[in-house]
């Protein structure tokens, strides 16, 4: 049984920063590329980021770019996302997933699983 189980998730005020986790189990981790999306109230999910099977290439939905980061430490089994200087309009629902595809951008279709999810808040 494969589990994405996100965590790191919280209430932060506008340029804050917040790292977010991803833990995998029940797969081979470092045979997926791994991705971030997010879902705001009453807008569609979105792209965030993703890496690599090796975390050679990573690459990033333009809103975010020079302000997240995406990582991942294959023998921990787990993706990390670091967000720096954050917006309230980055408030959404955050969850990881994994893919056995290498676009360099991704949608909900290309998801071979997903994690339940991880709230961030963004105040002003």
């Known amino acids: 049984q494969v589990q994405l189980v996100e965590s790191g998730g919280g209430l932060v005020q506008a340029g804050g920063s917040l790292r977010l986790s991803c833990t995998a189990s029940?797969?081979?981790?470092?045979?997926?590329?791994m991705g971030w999306f997010r879902q705001a109230p009453r807008k569609e999910r979105e792209f965030v980021a993703r890496?690599?099977?090796?975390?050679?290439?990573?690459s990033y939905t333009d809103s975010v770019k020079g302000r997240f980061t995406v990582s991942r430490d294959n023998a921990k089994n787990t993706v990390y996302l670091q967000m720096s200087n954050l917006k309230p309009e980055d408030t959404a629902v955050y969850s990881c997933?994994?893919?056995?595809?290498?676009?360099?951008?991704?949608?909900?279709?290309?998801?071979?699983?997903w994690g339940q999810g991880t709230q961030v808040t963004v105040c002003s």
């Open positions: 890496i690599t099977r090796t975390g050679r290439f990573s």
């Open positions: 997933a994994s893919t056995t595809r290498t676009l360099p951008t991704l949608t909900a279709r290309d998801i071979n699983y």
């Open positions: 029940g797969l081979t981790f470092s045979s997926y590329t």
